[in-house]
């Protein structure tokens, strides 16, 4: 067993913590105040290679394996948790395109989203859904040579910032479920689409809201594999997304602890540093060992997957774990640096607004216990 990371690794991970640190960091709070990201981070990140590296280069990916993707998003989320939402947008939609659309199709868009001038958000989530994923109404009719859409779609992460979907409709009867939803690249500038935003306690910079869909003629080739197949190919690929979303939660939690350790040590209290209290230091030694397992947990899932080895236990694990972690070690961190903490001058509070929001999206703990189970009996 292998614990270490390669010296690439090591080299990618250096360069992305700079990037993260220089240019991500400093400007976190603005984000959110601004509510978007900066479409020079998007294309700086795709200059160094970060989204979707693990593509196929003929695609404009680096052919890296699924580690160091996890690396990449890791230290990105370190210097703005927002911002690790690009590489995980490009990554769980680029897999998608790249299997599933034509080679043409998936040519002209990938080359986009990879260079950063291009941002895809995924679009399932519907009204009356929630986490009944599978009950979908928002109808694709056969017209010709033309899917013709309508409904809504809601709770989409960069609705509002896309210049393209990957959608799932319902192509057959409500009946059929799961087996009657189909997927289709859609570009959001395509008459009949319109979006509104969500005013959300967190991830403002990367912002939540509703797809509406009045009419939308979608040509039959912007279909990803074959039809009543959609549903299918996202749940695959959740499967990858969950671990990098557990990387991205648990990078935050991290950079709290190290900044948290640094304060005890700086600050002093009835004469001695604050690093001297153990009712201080013993709730953070936890936690710190409850992120380091928790991150070698994701790692795992994600070698998993570079090995063709089933992974949707763990990945599961990874999704319900690290967003409620990530939120705990945060709040500690808030509270051992006292009043100064509180305050929005420190990044605490952010944070834990923003990882909060994924131990809703993107599948809730309890749905991912129910995964965790089901896999567990049927083996």
Same mark, same amino acid.
């Given at each position: ?35 978007? !990201? ?5 294309? &700086? ?26 690396? !990449? ?36 868009? %990938? ?7 291009? $941002?895809?958000?995924?679009? %399932? ?7 009944? &994923? =599978? ?13 013709? %859409? ?27 479920? =799961?087996?009657? $939803? ?60 969950? =671990? /990098? ?7 935050? &939690? ?49 070698? /998993?997957?570079?090995?063709? %080895? ?5 990945? &599961? ?13 945060? +709040? ?27 131990? !809703? ?5 309890? $749905?991912? +216990? ?10």
């Amino acid at each position: 067993m292998n614990f270490a990371f390669t010296e690439q690794q090591d080299a990618i991970r250096e360069s992305v913590a700079k990037l993260a640190a220089d240019m991500l960091a400093p400007r976190y709070r603005q984000r959110e105040t601004d509510a978007l !990201i900066e479409r020079e981070i998007a294309e &700086a990140l795709g200059e160094m290679g970060c989204l979707g590296g693990e593509l196929p280069e003929e695609f404009g990916g680096s052919d890296l394996d699924c580690v160091t993707s996890g690396v !990449i998003i890791e230290e990105i989320s370190r210097g703005d948790f927002n911002v690790g939402y690009l590489p995980l947008l490009a990554s769980l939609n680029g897999q998608i395109i790249a299997h599933h659309a034509r080679p043409e199709l998936a040519q002209e868009w %990938l080359s986009g989203i990879t260079t950063g001038k291009k $941002i895809c958000c995924i679009a %399932l989530t519907e009204p009356h859904g929630g986490s009944d &994923a =599978a009950n979908l109404k928002l109808k694709a009719t056969r017209e010709g040579d033309h899917f013709i %859409l309508n409904g809504e779609k809601t709770s989409i992460s960069m609705a509002d910032q896309a210049d393209v979907a990957v959608v799932f409709a319902r192509t057959g009867t409500q009946e059929q479920r =799961a087996s009657g $939803i189909s997927a289709f690249l859609v570009p959001m500038d395509f008459d009949g689409i319109s979006t509104s935003r969500f005013e959300d306690s967190g991830q403002r910079a990367i912002g939540r809201g509703s797809i509406f869909f009045d009419n939308v003629s979608v040509p039959a080739d912007h279909m990803l594999g074959e039809e009543g197949q959609g549903f299918k190919q996202v749940m695959q690929g959740f499967d990858y997304s969950r =671990a /990098l979303i557990g990387l991205q939660c648990l990078a935050v &939690a991290q950079q709290s602890l190290d900044e948290t350790w640094q304060w005890l040590t700086e600050r002093e209290a009835f004469g001695q540093p604050l690093s001297a209290f153990q009712g201080l230091t013993h709730p953070l030694a936890e936690y710190q060992t409850y992120v380091q397992a928790a991150r070698l947990q994701c790692y795992y899932s994600l070698w /998993l997957k570079d090995n063709n %080895l089933p992974h949707t236990t763990e990945a &599961a694990m990874n999704k319900w774990w690290g967003p409620k972690l990530a939120f705990d070690v945060i +709040k500690q961190c808030m509270l051992a640096h006292g009043h100064t903490g509180w305050g929005e001058d420190l990044p605490f509070s952010q944070r834990m607004r923003d990882v909060l929001g994924l131990q !809703i999206g993107d599948g809730t703990a309890q $749905i991912m +216990k129910n995964i965790i189970a089901r896999q567990l009996v049927s083996q």
